[in-house]
């Protein structure tokens, strides 16, 4: 693992207080999408606050540099967010870091047991407006922690323990999706119910409804794109012929209430091995991005969403 050099760790030795930050509207809309869904008030405080939490905690370490994986983090994962308290921000190399949410009036956060190898603390005040970054504190996995906010340590403990970026292509290779394994029901749980992601009802489900259905599978994920920009949902479509091949369709859709996909998003179709640019869609205030082929078992393509400064790249084998 690759930690921060000393001259970065020099840099973060004196402590820093309480990070107090704005939240932007994006943040919200967000929260409320993946909220929204659910009928228990509670139910939809709970994801609304978690969600929160973690862009805000995103939003403050992407800004120092960190490397993170948002669309990687089970907050963002319709399954996980439904069965579980979840509230964490995957970071390659590190782990899964909590971000869990706190009201003003609280003096003590509660942290599910799960794998989480640290925890931040985000308390919001009375309007949702700011969010404050009050420490860090180091956890045990799979153990129920019940912290006391004047126990919590320093920021720059947390930062000295987080490992540099990892790239981009370093990041594809380790989530590499075997799509013939869909078939034999080995779905990462990256990959939801695309009834999941795309909730809205007046929102067309599937990539090409006139085909048979008997041997397709359908998943979706959702991307969270540059910042003041609604997520998208990306969603893959594959169906198995007789002859082995697979017919394929990637597809990009909005989560907005226009239901229009935001002018400067592109996605891109890769060959990684011989590096060639299969096809190119951009999205220009359009319903959806499509791309539809067939491949055999082996065939290697990468899918690259890119939205101003943000890309997302999802590798796949046949």
Known sequence: MNLLND???AMLDTPLPALKLGIPPIAHKTA???AAPHCSARKRQQIYCNTLAVWM??????????????????????QARTLQDVADLHI???????CRPVLAEEDRCYLPATDQAGCVVVQFDAEFSTATLLGFSPVEPDRLVELPLSELQDLTVLYQQLPAAVSLKQRAEDALTHLTDWFQGEIAATWAAVEQVL????????AMRS?????????GKILALAAGTEPVA?????????????????????????????PEVQMILWEPHSEQLMAQAQGGGSERLQFRFSGKPGDRFD???????????????I
């Not at 909730?199 to 599937?206: D, H, K, L, N």
């Not at 085909?211 to 998943?219: F, L």
């Not at 899918?303 to 084998?317: G, I, N, Q, S």
């Open 92 to 98: 390659p190399g590190y782990g899964h870091l909590a």
């Open 57 to 78: 905690v995103n939003k403050h370490l992407t800004g120092f540099g960190i490397r993170t994986d948002l669309n990687g983090s089970r907050t963002w994962q319709p």
């Open 199 to 206: 909730t809205a009802p007046e929102m067309p489900v599937g």
């Open 211 to 219: 085909r048979s259905r008997s041997r397709a599978v359908e998943r």
């Open 234 to 262: 990306l969603v893959v479509w594959v169906e198995q012929n007789p002859n082995t091949t697979l017919d394929i369709a990637i597809e990009l859709w909005p989560i907005n209430p226009d239901h229009r996909l935001p």
């Open 7 to 9: 001259s970065e760790v």
């Open 303 to 317: 899918v690259k969403v890119m939205h101003k400064d943000f890309t997302a790249l999802e590798p796949f084998v």
């Open 32 to 34: 409320l999408a993946f």
